[in-house]
């Protein structure tokens, strides 16, 4: 298996523009997550999936923020719109349902907002 | 808030040494621990992980000891390789949500 696939794995964009990034889960895995990593917050969850529904959007930051999960391969988190903040490197994550805790992580979004 | 705590942000080890690596977590429904490893420019991946039922959990190089009382655990590493070198996460769930500690980055010295 290919593991977690994000892109695109750098992304540098002027304020105020829209930004979107995608993830595609490992096969057979039925829970996405979405983390974000800063210098100042570390490792936060953002919002998660459970096949295809989102269960707990508590750690999105802003309405500016979004995400969906149009179906079980694909998911996208946007930003509209982006702020010199937002900066960060964004990860997604899946994990299976046999083994719900152990989360696989895809390599990352650096995101660069000037 | 912080629930997950790695209060050192690094660790210097000498290869064939043991490496020690302390979390501390102030949430006392947290039932399953992780350690995570994370090279420069990758995701993090999964190490090793202990269910709150146990107070050890042993794999190849790395043992997870796990004390409730105390809200501890750590992570041993022995003995230490120079491919150890990364940035190691300490995780806690009691749910399918995730709490990272900061992290403390482990360099192995040849």
């Known amino acids: 298996d290919a593991g977690v696939i994000q892109s695109p794995r750098h992304e540098v964009t002027e304020m105020g523009q829209e930004v979107t990034l995608r993830c595609k889960p490992i096969?057979?895995?039925?829970?996405l997550f979405w983390y974000r990593q800063t210098m100042m917050r570390g490792l936060e969850l953002l919002i998660y999936?459970?096949?295809?529904?989102?269960?707990?959007d508590s750690g999105m930051p802003e309405d500016r923020f979004s995400a969906k999960m149009p179906n079980a391969s694909f998911s996208n988190l946007k930003i509209q719109p982006s702020e010199p903040r937002d900066s960060a490197v964004y990860f997604c994550?899946?994990?299976?349902?046999?083994?719900?805790?152990?989360?696989?992580f895809g390599p990352g979004t650096r995101l660069t907002v000037l | 808030d912080q629930q997950v705590k790695q209060n050192s942000p690094s660790l210097s080890v000498q290869e064939g040494r043991i490496s020690i690596l302390n979390c501390d977590y102030t949430?006392?429904?947290?039932?399953?621990f992780l350690w995570y490893k994370k090279y420069p420019a990758e995701g993090p991946t999964f190490l090793i992980s202990?269910?709150?039922?146990?107070d050890k959990n042993e794999d190849g190089r790395f043992t997870v000891f796990l004390n409730k009382s105390a809200k501890h655990l750590s992570l041993h590493i022995v003995p230490s390789q120079p491919g150890d070198s990364a940035v190691y996460f300490c995780?806690?769930?009691?749910?399918?949500?995730?709490?990272f500690g900061a992290g403390t980055t482990v360099t192995v010295r040849a």
């Open positions: 994550a899946s994990s299976s349902p046999l083994k719900r805790d152990e989360q696989f």
């Open positions: 096969s057979g895995h039925d829970y």
């Open positions: 999936f459970n096949n295809n529904v989102p269960i707990d």
């Open positions: 949430n006392s429904m947290f039932d399953y």
């Open positions: 202990i269910s709150s039922i146990k």
């Open positions: 995780a806690a769930t009691n749910d399918y949500k995730l709490s």
